[in-house]
């Protein structure tokens, strides 16, 4: 069992004189690509590539599309209990569908699982906000959980988080993993203010999805030029543009007190975009783990959370560090 620290402490205003360039070594490329692609996937790097110099449109068109290929995890039996003890409602958006599972009563809570997760992910968090008085959503994005569909990308994952919260007048709190923490943002600052939380929780977070797009494609194999291309056509998207999902851009409009958590171990978010939103993001509240990697799965993480939520402000005098266990 390993054993790291937790600090935390209230940012008003951090400085780095350049952003840090984390390079993925070949294993941990392999081990990325074996966690979040299909098998076959490692192989169509030879299509894609060899495609950019007969008809270079289709290549791009090609690896968007590989890149948005969900791999659905097998539900635990814990998992089903849960799901099946919320209230269902199902979105379509653009023909896909969004399950969502509702929880207990009071204040509006949202929350959004990363790739190749689920919303079951919640069920510990969720336990303890209902038994604190709220009313707490669960998300399955296409293709995840129990929601049915082969594909999610994060421009779409970005406009059925748009149509859900868009569903609500008023949220308290929005709490996010990974690629979710970006598109929710990105989902918020396309929404009017009504719709907007007071609070806003991220967990190991891409501070913008070049960045994704870049970390994956490179665990693929694909040729830099191809990647290029790629993020070009994308930058084209009318309703989504690449620009547009970016959490520094958004992160003033939503005017919500944010908290940032990440792990010095993760070995998929790189430790520079942590660096990059602490740099960019005003009184930002951060919270850094050691040894727990990128899921982050560990009670005294729930329980910061639940503080967060439940508080409206830290007391920046009382915080102690504590032990966390892998």
Not at 109 to 131: E, P, T
Not at 150 to 158: A, E, G, I, N, P
Not at 186 to 199: R, V, Y
Request: glycine share 6%; aromatic share 10%.
């Amino acid at each position: 069992m390993r054993l790291g620290k937790l600090s935390m402490n209230l940012i008003e205003r951090s400085f780095y004189k350049q952003r840090d360039i984390t390079f993925y070594s070949k294993c941990q490329q392999q081990v990325l690509a074996k966690r979040f692609f299909p098998s076959y996937m490692t192989k169509i790097k030879y299509v894609v590539n060899a495609l950019y110099d007969i008809h270079p449109r289709l290549s791009f068109l090609l690896i968007i599309k590989l890149l948005s290929v969900a791999i659905r995890g097998k539900l635990s039996r814990n998992a089903k209990v849960f799901y099946k003890s919320g209230l269902k409602k199902q979105f379509i958006v653009e023909g896909s569908t969004f399950f969502t599972y509702t929880y207990g009563n009071g204040p509006l809570i949202l929350m959004l699982h990363g790739w190749c997760s689920n919303g079951a992910r919640w069920r510990v968090y969720v336990k303890d906000l209902v038994n604190s008085g709220y009313r707490v959503v669960v998300v399955d994005a296409p293709g995840h959980g129990a929601a049915p569909g082969r594909f999610l990308s994060v421009f779409h994952y970005t406009k059925g988080i748009k149509v859900i919260l868009e569903s609500e007048t008023k949220w308290h709190t929005i709490i996010t993993h990974s690629i979710a923490g970006l598109c929710a943002m990105a989902a918020l600052g396309k929404s009017d203010k009504k719709h907007h939380p007071s609070k806003f929780i991220m967990m190991n977070t891409f501070a913008n999805v070049t960045r994704i797009f870049e970390t994956f494609s490179c665990c693929l194999g694909i040729s830099r030029k191809v990647v290029e291309g790629a993020i070009d056509m994308m930058s084209k998207s009318l309703e989504f543009p690449i620009h547009e999902l970016n959490i520094a851009k958004h992160y003033q409009k939503i005017n919500a007190k944010c908290l940032l958590i990440y792990d010095t171990d993760d070995k998929v978010v790189p430790r520079c975009e942590a660096d990059y939103l602490i740099n960019e993001m005003k009184s930002l509240t951060v919270v850094k783990t050691e040894g727990l990697g990128h899921n982050l799965k560990s009670h005294d993480v729930v329980k910061q959370v639940l503080t967060f939520v439940n508080r409206k402000m830290y007391d920046t005098l009382s915080l102690e560090k504590i032990a966390l266990c892998k």
